[in-house]
């Protein structure tokens, strides 16, 4: 079946460095644009980043610019979130998802919505 | 930037029609999606593109967006569809998604 599953959570001091990893499976994980998406403890939703189906394009938040990097391995069907100088801030679950819009239908729009969530990892910055 | 506003919340009995807004500048031009979250999980698409539903959701769920606010309506509320209710759209004028705070829906 279609799945997404995280992983590289962990607890790790502020300004460590941590890698998260997304392995899909059950589509065709190169046709599809992909995004990170985190939620605070008690928060809402925040998105963090978006990469194209081939890698070509990236797109992320204003707050995790030059600090997060989202990238993706297709012969491997995962997605990677590189996150640098962590802060207390960033502690939240994170979560990867498939955005809608299979390039073999039509060509990508940035604006398709999530239609696939993985469960979510968990990272905690604390000294 | 882009804000989003819903409201924090919305109750609504059992077997009766709830409707959680989301207001933003020039909405009516965008594509907006609606997701649902449980305590615990993660979230679900529940209507995409204003008023479009995956395979799988009830009818029971639907979006409009024919101007400020767009909105969910979910008619006939059950009691599992107590849950944390969010919109999104991508604001194309900075090249980022934007969620909504999110609506809390308590079903009485």
């Known amino acids: 079946q279609v799945q997404l599953v995280e992983s590289g959570g962990d607890v790790v001091q502020p300004g460590r460095s941590l890698r998260l990893s997304c392995a899909a499976s059950g589509f065709t994980f190169s046709n599809f644009g992909m995004v990170w998406v985190r939620q605070a403890p008690g928060k809402g939703l925040e998105w963090v980043a978006l990469i194209w189906y081939d890698g070509s394009h990236k797109y992320s938040a204003d707050s995790m610019k030059g600090r997060f990097t989202i990238s993706r391995d297709n012969s491997k069907n995962t997605l990677y979130l590189q996150m640098n100088s962590l802060r207390a801030e960033d502690t939240a679950v994170y979560y990867c998802a498939r955005k809608k819009g299979d390039i073999v239908v039509g060509p990508p729009a940035n604006n398709d919505g999530f239609d696939i969530w993985g469960q979510g990892t968990m990272v905690t910055v604390s000294s | 930037s882009y804000v989003l506003t819903q409201p924090p919340s919305v109750s609504v009995a059992p077997g009766q029609t709830a409707k959680i807004s989301c207001g933003g500048n020039h909405i009516g031009t965008k594509r907006v999606h609606w997701y649902q979250q449980k305590p615990g999980q993660a979230p679900v698409l529940v209507v995409y593109?204003?008023?479009d539903r995956p395979s799988g959701i009830p009818e029971r769920f639907s979006g409009s967006n024919s101007g400020n606010p767009a909105t969910l309506t979910i008619t006939k509320v059950e009691a599992g569809d107590e849950a944390d209710y969010y919109c999104q759209v991508w604001d194309n004028s900075s090249d980022l998604w934007v969620f909504g705070g999110g609506t809390k829906l308590t079903v009485l």
């Open positions: 593109d204003d008023s």
